[in-house]
């Protein structure tokens, strides 16, 4: 119940629609390992394992780490929700790229990835700077990890968001509502 109910959180205001093409929740207890292989350009397969907390998968289930989701709730205005987090990118793959843009009314979403690729390369900038950030760097890892980073503060440290990035905070406020969790 309480998952379901962080899960849904950020489709308040875009709606059951956010739910498109998957139904499957997964929980194990703790962050979990999985395998990764990669061939590269020289035809060399590459195996590593990796430790997650959350997993969103293509039209598959959503995973969640049910001990990050307590530390989550057990410091709610940390900027972490780990449920948030997974939920962005199901929302971002929802127009069958994931690439950091849920799909939108179609001026929006031109703005919101001006924007937003503008935003990102900013804070990829003072990352690799060797900056220190307010919001979580791994923001800086890809266009769909910076959204769904922002996503996670959106909800638990709105007001760090508004005062790093005043124009994503404005554009999640519109996605997502005008919800934020009490102080
Ligand atoms: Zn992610």
Redesign the pocket.
């Known amino acids: 119940m309480l998952l379901a109910a962080l899960c849904c959180l950020p489709l308040i205001e875009f709606g059951r629609e956010g739910l498109h093409g998957w139904s499957e929740l997964v929980v194990y207890p703790e962050a979990f390992r999985v395998q990764r292989s990669h061939i590269d350009a020289a035809g060399v397969l590459h195996e590593w394992d990796d430790e997650l907390i959350g997993e969103s998968w293509d039209s598959g289930p959503l995973i969640l780490s049910w001990a990050d989701v307590q530390a989550d709730i057990a410091d709610p205005h940390a900027g972490f929700c780990v449920a948030v987090?997974e939920m962005a990118?199901k929302l971002d793959a929802l127009d069958g790229a994931m690439d950091g843009t849920p799909p939108l009314p179609r001026e929006w979403q031109r703005q919101w990835a001006h924007d937003f690729q503008q935003h990102y390369d900013q804070f990829c900038a003072r990352v690799d700077a060797g900056h220190e950030t307010a919001i979580d760097p791994y923001a800086a890892e890809a266009p769909e990890?910076f959204f769904?980073v922002v996503s996670e503060y959106h909800f638990s440290a709105p007001h760090v968001l508004e005062q790093e990035m005043p124009v994503i905070a404005a554009h999640l406020r519109r996605l997502y509502g005008t919800f934020t969790a009490r102080e």
């Open positions: 987090h990118h990890e769904a």
